[in-house]
């Protein structure tokens, strides 16, 4: 086709690469294709470095044909699958034997036969994703488009080449994955697409947690506006399974007149609001679970409306569990837990009056991450009242100010006392112990609370003149 060429230009390194291939192809007079994404991805105007290659023939023999002719020595191979890979430069080569798939009730792992270009096609998730171009030389650039997914490009739809009841109940993970496809691209997904979704939902339990958790990763890492897919997810009750914590969020309780928020929709405005400034995962992440606590927390008191006491500690105690269910790693679960017990901090410092001894506490407290939090404190504001909004940016303002102040003055990201614990230990007359450690956190607390400055000198004066008193008060 015309349009193919203009995508895949002679100059190109992937044209180059191709037509290489294509010439291994005729040499041993096997019929070669570049199938999926970068089919896709050319013709949608995004940029991709990985080619997927189909032969109607041995795929792993292919592929060594290919090492070969590249001067590579390496290929990796997977002769269960009749799949091999070739890493080149910067750019990823997989080749497949074209094949057929049966799948058993208890596993998404198929029984694998070779087959024709139309049963590999077939076989794929989306009609998108199964578009085929010949390499060989007397074809080269000729589309093999079996299920329309040319035409469901250019209307933006995510639909499956075959029943979806059966391509999802083979493969539960392309439930998610076409929600992933929906949101990265703004696809719409067909509606006997989305049907066959809630029908079949139960079955993601045959699908290991660690390939779920990494298509929630891609949903909240490369979505430009990741709330849609959890959108979708609740639409069709496949986040009850996955994440029910954030399923729970959803609802408007009322009583006496009195409503709050929907603490869901929320959760996925302050996402959004996250995701325009920053990819980040872990800070994108925090911004979906940072109200987790919310629906145990809430209450509803006379006179005040609804309340949430504490939802940011009891949350913060929840993250742990919940990134352990999720196999995310302990940095991830460190760095969420610590911002959703701090997320409100900002805002009370600012409402109780910015001191020194308030900042220093926060600075300690948050460390590396005082910018990410102030970041997720900002996209938290999601009011509709332009005058509220305003004025709760000026507190962050007030609260960013101050926080250069004190951090110029006293240098506390990498806050100690400065008075160290061998000279404890001297001055006190001390052998190593807890009264040492006691002694340190006075001197620090001190410093915090604004009493002494952060010097070596004044900490030191500090020490002599409370040492008896703090020695003392250990001891009882």
């Given at each position: ?7 895949f230009p002679d100059d190109d390194p992937i044209t180059k690469i191709l037509l290489r291939i294509g010439k291994i192809a005729d040499r041993n007079k096997v ?102 171009m010949s390499l060989n030389t007397e074809n080269f650039y000729e589309l093999f488009d079996y299920f329309q997914g040319l035409h469901d490009l250019n209307t ?49 339990a045959i699908v290991s947690q660690e390939r779920i958790t990494e298509e929630f990763t891609k949903i909240l890492k490369i979505s430009p506006k990741p709330s ?249």
């Open positions: 086709m015309a349009f193919l060429e203009l995508l019929p070669v294709y570049l199938v999926g994404g970068v089919i896709r991805d050319r013709i949608l105007g995004h940029t991709t470095k990985d080619i997927d290659i189909t032969v109607v023939g041995n795929g792993i023999e292919f592929a060594r044909a290919i090492a070969h002719s590249l001067r590579l020595k390496k290929v990796l191979e997977y002769p269960r699958f009749g799949t091999a890979m070739i890493h080149y430069r910067d750019i990823v080569i997989e080749v497949a034997t074209a094949r057929s798939e049966q799948y058993t009730d208890n596993s998404r792992k198929p029984n694998v036969s070779q087959g024709s270009l139309y049963e590999d096609l077939a076989r794929r998730d989306f009609t998108i994703n199964a578009l085929a933006a739809i995510i639909r499956t080449p075959l029943d979806p009841l059966i391509t999802f109940s083979e493969d539960p993970l392309r439930m998610l994955r076409a929600v992933r496809f929906a949101t990265r691209l703004g696809f719409t997904i067909e509606d006997e697409t989305f049907r066959a979704i809630a029908k079949v939902k139960e079955r993601i849609r897919a959890f959108q979708l997810m609740k639409s069709c009750s496949l986040l009850d399974i996955i994440l029910p914590e954030i399923a729970d969020l959803d609802g408007v309780d009322q009583k006496n007149g009195h409503h709050h928020k929907d603490v869901f929709l929320h959760s996925l405005q302050v996402l959004d609001n996250i995701a325009e400034v920053t990819e980040k995962f872990e800070l994108r992440f925090t911004a979906l679970i940072h109200d987790i606590a919310k629906p145990q927390t809430k209450r509803y008191v006379k006179g005040k409306g609804w309340t949430f006491y504490s939802h940011e500690e009891l949350g913060a105690r929840m993250v742990k569990p919940l990134c352990r269910r999720l196999k995310l790693p302990n940095k991830v679960a460190g760095y969420a837990e610590k911002l959703v017990r701090l997320h409100l901090r900002p805002i009370a410092i600012a409402d109780e009056g910015v001191t020194d001894s308030a900042v220093r506490r926060l600075c300690v407290e948050t460390g590396a991450e005082l910018e990410d939090l102030m970041t997720l404190c900002r996209a938290d504001i999601t009011s509709k009242n332009p005058r509220k909004v305003q004025e709760y940016m000026a507190n962050f303002d007030r609260v960013v100010e101050k926080i250069a102040e004190v951090e110029e003055k006293d240098r506390l990201r990498a806050f100690q006392s400065p008075v160290r614990g061998d000279e404890i230990m001297q001055i006190c007359n001390l052998e190593p112990g807890p009264a040492v450690g006691y002694i340190k956190s006075n001197i620090e607390e001190a410093i915090l609370a604004g009493e002494i400055e952060n010097s070596y000198e004044a900490a030191k004066m500090y020490l002599i003149s409370h040492k008896d008193r703090w020695l003392t008060e250990f001891l009882k």
